[in-house]
């Protein structure tokens, strides 16, 4: 089971650290995504995480402003959104899986797992 917090209300320009947790298993040999989706729209993919070997994939929409991380102390995928614009407003979620090859870390289709949204708003 998947965790996402720290969400909020935060306005242009600002941070917001985004955690994604698991419970009752580790993320080794894990994928992590995060991806966000607003009323009707596609679910749309941000970044994505291998934990074994850390390579990073990252939307061309948040590129250079958002930093996915893992924190293996405490078995967390974490998102850093700097520079935050009203676009990046949406419910963000997490999702985990052991089999995706690199092609489709972008695709929600891919993952097994998903957590609980959390939503990000950012005012003007």
């Known amino acids: 089971q998947l965790q996402a917090s720290g969400g909020g209300l935060v306005q242009d320009g600002g941070s917001l650290r985004l955690s994604c947790a698991a419970s009752g298993r580790t993320f080794s040999g894990y994928t992590v995504g995060w991806f966000r989706q607003t009323p009707g729209k596609e679910r749309e993919f941000v970044a994505g995480i291998k934990w074994s070997g850390g390579s990073t994939y990252y939307a061309d929409s948040v590129k250079g402003r958002f930093t996915i991380s893992r924190v293996s102390a405490e078995n967390l995928v974490n998102l850093q959104m700097n520079s935050l614009r009203l676009e990046d407003t949406a419910v963000y979620s997490c999702?985990?899986?052991?089999?995706?090859?690199?092609?489709?870390?972008?695709?929600?289709?891919?993952?097994?797992?998903w957590g609980q949204g959390t939503q990000v708003t950012v005012s003007s």
């Open positions: 999702a985990a899986s052991r089999t995706i090859i690199t092609s489709s870390v972008r695709r929600p289709s891919a993952y097994d797992y």
